[in-house]
């Protein structure tokens, strides 16, 4: 075997890597905003967001401590993590805006739009152009979500500004994590965004408090637990994998919505879902097979 032939294999295989763990990361991401949900009716938004945070903080430090064996927050890109962290906290706060403004369906289909954004942007801010199959794949899965969610209606101009915000932050947020990921870890980048979401929930909540329940609070610790993991994970894929690769998969989260909604609250997922889901896995497929080839 040639030395660059095991080169390639390598890269190869940590891409094919960062693709799995994306997609579990979706899934327990899936879960989290299905618990969430529930908590949600109980407990003002800020306050499930601020506990779910502060009880994830300690997991995510035992996870700095194991990956750089240390506690210390020591970087040397400070203002980048705290800004990525804040691009965090302002992406999820426009969605939950964009939520209260037009239908569910409408929301996601606009939010659906970040890879394309990441895709554009990866090559401009990170000298890392997308390949054609890699543009077919992210447009191929963007359809096959129009197809899926079948957005209706005139979307109100609000709420469309709105989630471009939100979907601006979001794929900045990405692109900031793939840069960091040459100098920091993924343990200081989780930490740092959840320490960011602490301090501006911790500084909301209080304004609209409701003391929670001890099994409500287990359900929170479980929601901080699912939280750390699932964005440590993402934040491993983002930071190991091209953008512009790993972007087509994130339409799988939807795929993950559908079967969670089957098994969990016994919703039977429409054709169009299945088809659109059968879609998106092929094209992930298609666009890992074409970086191999």
Not at 233 to 239: K, M, T
Request: hydrophobic share 60%.
């Amino acid at each position: 075997m040639s030395a660059a032939h095991s080169v390639f294999m390598t890269v190869y295989s940590k891409t094919a890597a960062s693709v799995i763990v994306l997609n579990i990361a979706l899934l327990l991401f899936v879960f989290h905003d299905a618990l969430s949900k529930e908590l949600a009716t109980r407990y003002p938004v800020f306050e499930v967001i601020f506990l779910r945070s502060l009880f994830a903080l300690p997991l995510v430090t035992m996870m700095l401590r194991i990956e750089t064996g240390r506690f210390e927050l020591r970087t040397g890109r400070p203002g980048m993590l705290i800004l990525r962290g804040l691009l965090s906290v302002a992406a999820f706060s426009f969605f939950l805006v964009g939520l209260k403004l037009m239908p569910l369906a409408d929301t996601f289909a606009l939010f659906m739009s970040a890879p394309l954004l990441v895709t554009a942007l990866c090559g401009r801010m990170l000298g890392e152009p997308a390949t054609r199959a890699q543009w077919v794949a992210v447009l191929i899965g963007f359809g096959a979500v129009l197809f899926m969610i079948r957005p209706g209606g005139v979307i109100p101009l609000p709420g469309a500004l709105v989630m471009l915000a939100s979907v601006s932050c979001f794929s900045f947020s990405i692109i900031i994590t793939r840069s960091l990921g040459r100098t920091e870890t993924a343990s200081m980048m989780t930490v740092f965004v959840m320490l960011t979401f602490v301090v501006v929930t911790g500084v909301l909540s209080p304004l609209d408090w409701v003391t929670p329940t001890l099994p409500d609070l287990g359900l929170m610790l479980l929601l901080g637990a699912l939280a750390a993991t699932a964005m440590y994970g993402s934040i491993c894929a983002y930071r190991n994998g091209p953008p512009a690769l790993m972007a087509p998969f994130q339409y799988v989260s939807l795929v993950w919505a559908a079967m969670v909604g089957f098994l969990v609250f016994g919703d039977v997922p429409d054709l169009s879902v299945v088809i659109g889901g059968v879609i998106i896995v092929a094209s992930g497929i298609f666009v890992l097979r074409s970086e191999r080839a």
